[in-house]
């Protein structure tokens, strides 16, 4: 096994987990602590991608091309990347990262439209950065199909394609079954990013480096949406245990950590019955903040919430389901007490 290359996404997973609050001076101060300690990639934007400040996806606190500025001017080595979602995102958001200085686009698709991907991932190697295709919700289609839609991205020009546990359903067995397709399939690397609904994130990751996993995510302190993500200092320690040498500083990130995210954070990441409600029902994590919201405002259990999207299988982008769920369990309540 080779030691994996990590991409840090506190600044932008983390983001769905404080509200998309991060300020100009807590980029620089975390892309200087992940940089120093020696993470190769940092990833900054909205926590749904660049112009995801939106009434339906959460607005920003301070505008995404500053905190991609800051970002890229505080690293001096580590490359930074952002996340684009097509339809979110433009191409002019694009063009316009780019030139601010990312060196790597992330585009996210749910996982059987990886099609929409392509004018984004030839944009990207156009304007000379790095493309990685982000297959989110994987847990809900076989390795095959999601084989296929690798397939479809690497033919695009991606560098990298990830399986993405959204909701943090998948489990060892799944993910190795899904790494070793893509790896089978495809000439270029294969990542995972894992959330922490099962207790399986670290787990989760060491099946995916087990079966070929190029790339691994993680986020500092496991700030990132709902479970949270690998946490990027306990991914580095147990790689180390297994004498998979990153090239990063463990003391540095733990540091990192302690003293500059933790207090950043309303409270510790815990996997409390709506992040395992969600994570057994399979729901995209990103959705925790807003069935929260309309949990309070009708009255609900988010549980149940998350329970009837896992039934309708809602996807990325059908954050206004959420909203019509709750009124309809609240409707039904009122008829029946
Ligand atoms: C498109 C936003 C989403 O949070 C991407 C991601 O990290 C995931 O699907 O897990
Ligand atoms: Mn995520």
Redesign the pocket.
């Known amino acids: 096994m080779k030691a994996p290359r990590i991409t840090d996404?506190t600044l932008r997973?983390g983001a769905h987990a404080i509200s998309y609050s991060f300020t100009e001076e807590q980029v620089r101060e975390i892309v200087g602590g992940l940089d120093r300690a020696g993470v190769p990639v940092i990833e900054v934007s909205h926590g749904a991608g660049l112009n995801a400040s939106t009434i339906q996806q959460g607005f920003s606190k301070t505008p995404e091309f500053d905190l991609i500025r800051a970002a890229v001017e505080t690293a001096e080595k580590a490359k930074i990347a952002s996340l684009f979602v097509p339809g979110i995102g433009t191409s002019e958001e694009l063009r316009k990262a780019a030139e601010i200085g990312i060196g790597a686009i992330r585009v996210a698709v749910h996982c059987t439209e990886a099609d929409v991907t392509e004018q984004y991932i030839r944009l990207a190697k156009e304007l000379g950065i790095e493309a990685v295709g982000f297959l989110m919700m994987s847990h809900t289609q076989p390795a095959e199909v999601l084989a296929e839609q690798a397939k479809l991205m690497e033919s695009y020009g991606a560098d990298c394609v990830y399986v993405?546990d959204?909701a943090g359903a998948l489990v060892p067995q799944g993910v190795r079954e899904r790494v070793s397709a893509l790896k089978e399939a495809l000439s270029i690397d294969v990542g995972f990013?894992a959330?922490n609904n099962l207790g399986l994130a670290i787990g989760n990751s060491i099946a995916a480096l087990e079966a070929g996993a190029d790339q691994i995510d993680g986020t500092v302190r496991a700030l990132?949406?709902g479970a949270g993500?690998a946490p990027t200092e306990v991914l580095v320690a147990a790689l180390n245990k297994m004498d998979l040498n990153t090239g990063i500083d463990l003391s540095q990130l733990m540091d990192l950590s302690e003293e500059v995210v933790a207090p950043i954070m309303p409270g510790p990441i815990v996997i409390d019955r709506d992040n395992l409600s969600s994570g057994y029902a399979g729901v995209y994590?990103?959705f925790l903040l807003h069935v929260r919201h309309a949990a309070e405002k009708f009255d609900l259990n988010p549980t149940e919430i998350m329970e009837e999207l896992g039934k309708r299988q809602a996807i990325a982008g059908q954050e206004d389901w959420i909203l019509d769920v709750a009124l309809e369990l609240a409707k039904k309540k009122k008829v029946t007490v």
């Open positions: 996404t997973d993405v959204s990013h959330h990132g949406a993500n994590n990103s």
